[in-house]
């Protein structure tokens, strides 16, 4: 019982933490939308789908809907999902300022209220870290996938820095480095301290990824995966790039095992 309190507790911090955020992470994500990078993160997307096909796509985690717009825009049907009420009214809106239709469900990611198999293709970015209980979160993305489905997913060891020292010299070299460049430092205009306190709770904060995630999602049931973990250098800019040098994005593109296979 203390455990469950404790994990309420946990997501209850997470969610209200990204409800002060939503706005300046919309705003963030509006200027993807309107950038060079709409282009970059649609080729990348895309570039894991046959042309032509309509797939049933799944976004968890949707924050400001970025990917859901991107994906709904190429002509998917896609379903957007998050439990942070003020990311789903900013994602409703950049949705409509797009034109680009979506249904958005608010929801625990852990736990999806979607009967199994229904999902061509799963995505996420910056999510996993987040969750209270990331192997549980993956066998329910994995439920939901046909059979031959893939998850898409983006993450990056963000506060790992908090239990490695090597990370946390890293992490210093980056902001002096965005100091020296004269470039925004990301972590300024954040409230960093409430959002460690909530990532020393997290179990993937202290744990070096992406080789966690590939085990678990093989023992979900996954058959096939990719990964890339330089990802970053193809989607972020320069700013990002400095901002993050210490943290690089990954990429895991894991398939579920067709019936026919």
Do not use: C
């Amino acid at each position: 019982m203390t455990n469950k309190i404790n994990n309420n507790q946990l997501l209850n911090d997470v969610t209200r933490y990204w409800n002060i955020r939503a706005e300046s992470y919309s705003e963030s994500n509006q200027q993807e939308l309107l950038s060079e990078k709409q282009q970059k993160w649609r080729h990348l997307l895309l570039g894991h789908i046959k042309e032509g096909e309509t797939l049933k796509v799944l976004d968890i985690g949707t924050g400001p809907g970025f990917f859901a717009i991107l994906l709904a825009l190429s002509g998917h049907d896609v379903t957007a999902i998050d439990a942070t009420q003020g990311m789903l009214l900013e994602a409703k809106h950049n949705a409509q300022t797009h034109q680009a239709n979506i249904q958005f469900i608010r929801g625990d990611v852990h736990q999806l209220p979607f009967a199994s198999e229904q999902f061509d293709l799963v995505v996420s970015r910056n999510v996993t870290w987040n969750l209270k209980a990331p192997e549980q979160a993956y066998s329910e993305w994995f439920r939901v996938l046909k059979p031959g489905g893939s998850l898409i997913n983006f993450d990056a060891n963000w506060y790992l820095h908090l239990f490695d020292e090597n990370y946390w010299q890293g992490f210093v070299a980056d902001r002096e480095r965005s100091a020296e460049k004269q470039v925004e430092d990301h972590y300024v205009n954040t409230d960093t301290k409430e959002m460690e306190r909530i990532a020393r709770q997290l179990p993937l904060s202290q744990i070096k990824r992406p080789q966690w995630d590939i085990n678990t999602l093989l023992e979900v049931g996954f058959s096939r995966y990719m990964i890339d973990t330089q990802i970053g250098d193809f989607v972020w800019n320069e700013e990002e790039k400095i901002n993050y040098g210490s943290t690089p994005m990954f990429m895991i593109h894991a398939q579920k095992q067709r019936i026919d296979d």
